[in-house]
């Protein structure tokens, strides 16, 4: 029965009266809420102007901790908060933007209440396997370095809770500050530390910073090795000793560590002895023209076929090591290298995945991290054949923002196995006439990914074997399910489901993931 006009008139009065008394009470749960409203609106709207229609539907709200001082500011605590993170990019940079913005409550202070933090323009956030390397902009160098220790700490014990990240290095504009005014004292690569107070932490580093200068010290150190088939540079962190605060002997440590090989990263090529190869010991000298410091390194000519007869282009070699040196060594802007008589000015990377036989000049002899960013990788996991019945498990290094794109990784299964894959023997289960436009669309609902495939794609796909359909389905949906709050994946070919492909499997519902396919 329809309601009189007065009656909606009563009910309408009540629900107002009803929101006022609400909005009076807990006024301050109606704020929190309508801004975060707002926020995943705004989130929306942007992704649908940049053309992305895909990430509209991976806005996520997620309730993250924030690393701050306590009120008496003893002790580093954590802090609740809710935040719209897109589900196809890594949190981490979201997190630190509102951990920068947090103003302080009754139980906590604000990270830093008189200096404006803020993350760099350039490279703001690079992640490659289980390191981040955080680049703050400028107005860091305005805290004390007491100050900026607390900082980095905050920000290693803030990502660090993500479980994929376990070490933090933190630069200001793309230079290592140090622990010390002139820049002298390596901070090393930051781990979770919740149980020291502020004055311990504060305490082990001033003492590290006293003590004198060939004492040896033990830090956590982020190498960045080449990847197998030269597509760029993987980064691994162990703890390293070095005798004292000479840069030149910090450099020579780790050369020497580099030189050893990685010790988790699957298949790198094997890496030459650089020490050998170097006609002098490492140097450090300030920059002429643009100010800072630089590494200089001095390679035998020999140098050249050595890297050759190893697989690593020399555009990848001069990655790594700027990206090594630079991330550790305080004070350092960039690296200046010879090979024989020849300054290595500009190189022409072949290997990597943006940027290929595009050549990468360096202002002045001087290679910087900026020069190298699109070299840097981190592996995602993908899974293929085995060509038993069973599917298995293969590590790939790709660009280090795209490990989070599902479209992405569907596509590197469409590709196949790789030369640069971890596993030997492996075979694609997706037919070989499929690409990214068969990949009409991706969303999320709840934990379950929608991938909407193309009738192309269907016709290929039910021309498979029968005994290779499930490899098929779950080569996709195991692949996918490694995708941070992803846990199924439902099937859909151009927008509508279908009953049965290859005649095996039932396609409609969700797929979960299945380990015990894996060998």
């Known amino acids: 029965m329809k309601k009189t006009r007065k009656e909606r008139g009563w009910l309408k009065k009540t629900f107002k009266r009803a929101m006022d008394k609400e909005l009076r009470e807990h006024k301050s749960s109606f704020i929190v809420f309508y801004i975060l409203r707002a926020l995943v609106i705004v989130s929306l709207v942007r992704q649908i102007i940049l053309d992305n229609y895909e990430g509209a539907f991976f806005c996520i709200l997620t309730i993250v901790l924030l690393y701050v001082p306590s009120a008496a500011g003893t002790r580093l605590i954590a802090q ?76 290693a014990n803030t990502l660090t809770q993500w479980g994929d990240i376990r070490y933090v290095n933190v630069l200001v504009s793309s230079i290592q500050p140090g622990l010390d005014v002139g820049a002298s004292v390596p901070a090393g690569c930051f781990a979770a530390n919740a149980a020291d107070t502020i004055d311990a932490m504060l305490t082990a580093a001033q003492t590290q910073s006293a003590a004198p200068a060939d004492r040896r010290i033990s830090l956590n150190a982020t190498l960045y090795y080449p990847t197998y088939s030269g597509k760029g540079i993987l980064a691994e962190t162990r703890t390293l000793s070095f005798a004292g605060r000479d840069k030149g002997e910090m450099i020579k440590t780790l050369l020497s560590a580099l030189s050893q090989g990685a010790q988790t990263l699957g298949n790198p090529p094997a890496m030459p002895d650089l020490s050998a190869y170097l006609t002098e010991a490492p140097a450090v000298q300030e920059i002429a023209v643009s100010g800072g410091q630089c590494a200089v390194l001095r390679f035998t000519q020999s140098f050249n076929d050595v890297l050759i007869a190893a697989g690593i282009p020399r555009s990848v070699m001069m990655a790594a090591l700027t990206y090594t040196l630079t991330t550790f060594v305080p004070g350092l802007s960039g690296v200046t290298a010879y090979i024989g008589d020849e300054l290595v000015s500009v190189v022409v990377p ?36 085995d060509g038993a019945g069973h599917l298995t498990a293969v590590q790939r290094p790709i660009p280090y923002y795209e ?36 990949v009409l669309g991706l969303g999320l609902s709840g934990t379950t990914l929608l991938l909407n495939l193309s009738q192309h794609a269907a016709a290929d796909m039910a021309q498979v074997e029968p005994a290779s359909e499930r490899l098929m389905v779950y080569a996709l949906v195991n692949t996918l399910t490694e995708l941070r709050g ?6 859909f070919f151009a927008g509508a489901q279908r009953d049965s492909l290859a005649g095996v499997i039932y396609w409609p519902g969700v797929f979960l993931r299945d380990g015990s396919i894996v060998q």
Not at 98 to 116: E, K, Y
Not at 139 to 145: F, I, K, M, N, Y
Not at 147 to 155: E, F, H, K, M, T
């Open 80 to 155: 609740t908060e809710k935040i719209v993170l897109s589900a196809a990019r890594h949190p981490a940079e979201a997190t630190l933007r509102r951990l920068f913005a947090f103003a302080g409550n009754d139980s906590a202070q604000s990270l830093s209440p008189d200096v404006t933090l803020q993350l760099s323009t350039v490279n703001p956030v690079e992640i490659s396997g289980d390191t981040a390397t955080v680049n703050l902009a400028a107005s860091a160098l305005s805290l004390s370095h007491s100050d900026l220790y607390v900082v980095c700490q905050a920000i």
């Open 350 to 385: 072949g290997g990597v995945y943006e940027g290929a036989d595009e050549p990468v000049n360096f202002q002045n002899g001087v290679m910087r991290r900026s020069d190298f960013s699109h070299f840097l990788l981190s592996n995602c996991t993908l899974y293929f054949s």
């Open 403 to 438: 490990t989070r794109s599902a479209r992405y990784l569907i596509n590197c299964l469409m590709q196949g196995p790789q030369p640069c894959d971890n596993a030997p023997g492996i075979q694609n289960v997706l037919p070989d006439t499929l690409g990214d436009a068969d």
């Open 486 to 491: 992803v846990s199924g994946v439902c099937f």
